[in-house]
C-alpha cells in the first residue's frame, strides 16, 4: 500500500539504512541501488515526510509515543487488528484503521472503540454493514503501530511482531490474547454425559498469528493444543479458569 507522496511500508531496518545513507550524504540513485527503495520515495523521506514504517526507525511523532503508548490497551487492539482489522489507504499518505465487531456483542464493540481512542486520540467512526459494523479511525501513524500492515490477507504473507511489539505482549499477554479471542475467537460449552464444560477456540488460516495464539497462552500457563489446522482449543479446567480472569463470553 502507497500514500500519495509515495511512501510505502518498509520494515525498520531498510528505513533506518535509507536514513542513514540520506544523512551520510549519498546521492537518490546510489541508495536506491543500495537498499531497492525509488529514488521518488528517498526523496521524499529527505524532504521531511515521515516514512511508513515500524515505531523508532525514523518517524520522529511515533518514536516519542514509544514510551507513552498504553501497552496494555495496545496489546488488546493488536489481537483485534490481527483478527478482524486492516489498514486502507487514502490521499495524503493518511490510513484508515477498519475493524469489524459483530452486532450481536455491543459490550465488545464498545471496548473495541474506547481502545482505538485511547492508542491513538482521533474520532471513531462507525459504518453499519449487514450485521455487524465497521468501527474506524484515520491516521498517518496507524501503520506505524502496526506494522504487520501489507498488501494481501494475512494468511498469504509473513506476520511477526517487531521488538517493541514483542517487549509489550511479553508484558501484556492476557489483553493480547483477549483481542485475539474477541475477534478470531469463542468460548463454547462442550456437552459431556449431560454435563456442561466450557472450553475456548481460537480459529485463524495465519499459522503465523495462530503462533502468536499459543506464545501468549504459554507466557500465562495456559495449556492449548491443535483442534485442527485452523483451530487451537484450550479444555483443561484450570486453563479455562485462567482465561475466564479476563476473558469469558462475548457480550
Not at 195 to 206: G, L, Q
Not at 221 to 239: G, H, I, K, P, Y
Amino acid at each position: 500500500m502507497f500514500g500519495s507522496d509515495g511512501t510505502g511500508v518498509y520494515s525498520p531496518d531498510t528505513v533506518s539504512l535509507v536514513v542513514a545513507l540520506i544523512e551520510g550524504g549519498h546521492t537518490y540513485s546510489e541508495i536506491e541501488r543500495r537498499t531497492g527503495v525509488s529514488r521518488s520515495t528517498v526523496r521524499s523521506w529527505a524532504s521531511g515526510r515521515t516514512p511508513l514504517n515500524g515505531i523508532g526507525a525514523a518517524c520522529n511523532v511515533c518514536r516519542r509515543a514509544t514510551d507513552e503508548i498504553p501497552a496494555g490497551p495496545y496489546a488488546y487492539l493488536l489481537g483485534l487488528y490481527l483478527g478482524d482489522g486492516c489498514l486502507s489507504g487514502h490521499p495524503r499518505g493518511v490510513y484508515k484503521l477498519r475493524i469489524t465487531c459483530c452486532d450481536a456483542y455491543p459490550d465488545l464493540m464498545a471496548e473495541c472503540a474506547l481502545t482505538m481512542a485511547e492508542v491513538l486520540p482521533n474520532r471513531v467512526n462507525r459504518v453499519q454493514r449487514t450485521g455487524c459494523t465497521e468501527l474506524g479511525s484515520y491516521s498517518k501513524h496507524w501503520p506505524c503501530l502496526f506494522p504487520q500492515h501489507g498488501r494481501g490477507p494475512k494468511h498469504k504473507r509473513s506476520i511477526a511482531l517487531v521488538d517493541w511489539q514483542r517487549s509489550i505482549v511479553d508484558r501484556f499477554p492476557a489483553p493480547l490474547l483477549r483481542g485475539l479471542v474477541h475477534s478470531d475467537g469463542c468460548r463454547v460449552l462442550n456437552k459431556v454425559n449431560g454435563r456442561a464444560y466450557p472450553r475456548y477456540h481460537f480459529t485463524n488460516v495465519s499459522a503465523d498469528i495462530r503462533g502468536l495464539f499459543s506464545r501468549a497462552c504459554e507466557l500465562i500457563e495456559v495449556e492449548w493444543r491443535q483442534s485442527n489446522a485452523r483451530t487451537l482449543s484450550v479444555a483443561r479446567r484450570d486453563s479455562v479458569g485462567r482465561l475466564d480472569d479476563f476473558i469469558g463470553p462475548k457480550r
